[in-house]
């Protein structure tokens, strides 16, 4: 068993929680969203996340607007909308149970 691949599914499968809990506060452009996941230890390539802010935006979970840069090319926004307010609220007390639920399982001796 490869533990590396293991090890990626379990962050994958994080990862949609993640970005939608970076976005929680303030409206991000993709740079700043992999930063943070970055700076939080949590491993990720700019050629996953790519997808998943357009399955998300298309879910409904995450709008966008352009906005111009005076260091580049013009930056893409993304914001939840508030189905996706909706949506992260159940990822959180989901996310608690499962947590919950693991430490209660991992910590048993």
């Avoid at 491993?43 to 005076?70: A, F, Q």
Wanted: include cysteine.
């Amino acid at each position: 068993m490869n533990i590396e691949n293991t090890k990626a599914q379990m962050r994958k499968g994080v990862l949609e929680f993640c970005i939608l809990s970076v976005l929680k506060e303030k409206e991000a452009y993709t740079s700043e969203i992999l930063d943070t996941l970055k700076n939080a230890k949590l491993l990720v390539v700019e050629g996953t996340v790519y997808p998943l802010l357009t399955r998300l935006k298309n879910d409904g979970l995450l709008n966008y607007r352009w906005e111009e840069s005076t260091s580049g090319p013009p930056r893409k926004y993304y914001e939840l909308t508030e189905l996706g307010k909706t949506f992260l609220n159940e990822l959180n007390s989901t996310w608690t149970e499962l947590s919950d639920a693991v430490n209660i399982i991992t910590n048993q001796k």
